[in-house]
């Protein structure tokens, strides 16, 4: 029995689809949910669905019952992370779960002080209190999605640009597709136990090169404006955009200028046997595959 948590967001739930396009069994798969109603259609797929709340104890020891094999889909909750992933892990634990799967973060290069730290090292924290555990874990070590990108460039990328303060950074953006495949496959296979992965696409791109491809992809020239951060988050605030998500973005951005992201090998295409989606063909799947998506 397969268990994802997080299992009506983005990631979980391409995880729990990309288990059924493999064959498995609906009955074999639960969804971990807080809320049912978020989740029908998995529901209508045949897959289970537990609820439990990650911040209490009792209903994740419930939900795990019978859980061979558990994947931990990071949290969102950026002040109470550290101490939901120890309930999950601690609970997986009593209820004697066999695998332990986490989707965790990219953490290749070692920049110090890094300006993301406030959202990701509570999702590094994790790694170690899984190898702690004593349960046999697989750890994926999960690069800036693809899915970042339009989010980052804005819905009038087209017509303004990209206006990022990420300078000539490069980074292996990987889409959650490739990352859900990865992540089924392992829970299907054997092999894999106590070992991390790099889950990193297998080139490495800047901004400038990415609008590069756009600028070819639309027949119009997408210009890079690289201002300082402050300038960034400034002009960011002024349109109006949550002080919280600036500083997100302004933080992915400066971390991205540092080399934070960049990869020099991954195991993606390994784990996927077939070759990661390129950031030019998500582009492209993004922007253009319907005259309706090109924004």
Known sequence: MILVTGANGHLGRSIVNSLLDKGVDANNIIGLIREESKAQDLKAKGVTLRVADYDWYPTLVKAFAGIEKLVLVSGRDLTAR?????????????????????????????????PFDFVSSSVKATDSTIRKSGIPYTIFKDNLYAELLPILFGDRVMETGIYLPAGEGRAAYVSRTDIADAVANVCLQDGHLNKAYNISNTENLSLAEIASVLSAQAGVDIKTVNPSTADYIETMEKRGLPTQLVKIFSAISEAIKLGEFQSSSTDLEMLLGRKPLSVQEFLKQTYFKQASTVI
């Open 82 to 114: 550290i101490e939901q992933h120890d309930n999950v892990i601690t609970a997986a634990k009593e209820a004697g779960v066999k695998h332990l799967l986490y989707t965790s973060f990219f953490d290749g290069n070692d920049i110090g002080n890094s």
